[in-house]
């Protein structure tokens, strides 16, 4: 190993890990309450859980293993959904999003540690970057399908509705993380 380089091969414990959170964020998919174009789900829960269980880089490992198992057709989407017309649909932006949430949560991981403070201030940062992501691709797709619509008409269906409840989600996700991540390492 050349001097400096760090050795970041994953275990069968690591990988078993990820398996287990791409699985806790495909149940928290299913557990779906329709709320018009975007439906209130527990997918952005399992996001934040894995990532403050596992850390960044398992963490958000487990969220691109949940992604994939959904491009590849398995029904871990919102609704038993499943397949690469579901991440091209106008929700897909925010499925997408979940990636983006875990990457940024690990990079305020690697700046800030991995305190309580730090990580709600990653979960609330990941949670803005999905918004952001999830509402532009909302635009794009819904313009391609139906014409176009305003910002401020997406952020009213899709993203007001949900911003207690994904900060509820937050606390309930630091509130377990802390119990829970030593058990994980």
Not at 10 to 20: C, S
Not at 61 to 74: E, N, R, T
Not at 153 to 177: S, W
Request: aromatic letters at 10%; proline letters at 3%.
């Amino acid at each position: 190993m050349a001097r400096g380089k760090v050795e970041t091969k994953l275990t069968v414990r690591d990988m078993t890990y990820i398996a287990v959170f791409a699985a806790v964020i495909a149940i928290c998919a299913w557990i779906t309450v329709p709320a018009g174009d975007v439906p209130f789900t527990l997918q952005t829960f399992g996001v934040f859980a894995a990532v403050g269980v596992l850390g960044g880089k398992r963490g958000t490992l487990s969220v691109l293993l949940y992604m994939l198992l959904g491009a590849v057709g398995l029904p871990v989407f919102s609704g038993f959904g499943g397949g690469l017309g579901i991440l091209l649909g106008a929700t897909g932006g925010y499925i997408a999003g979940f990636l983006l949430s875990a990457l940024v949560m690990w990079a305020a991981e690697l700046v800030w540690g991995r305190s309580a403070a730090a990580l709600g201030a990653g979960m609330v940062l990941g949670l803005i970057a999905c918004y952001a992501m999830g509402t532009a691709w909302y635009m794009v797709a819904y313009a391609a399908t139906t014409g176009p619509v305003g910002a401020l008409v997406v952020l009213g269906r899709c993203v007001l509705p949900f911003v207690v409840p994904d900060l509820c989600k937050i606390a309930l996700a630091l509130f377990l993380t802390r119990r829970v991540r030593r058990f994980a390492h």
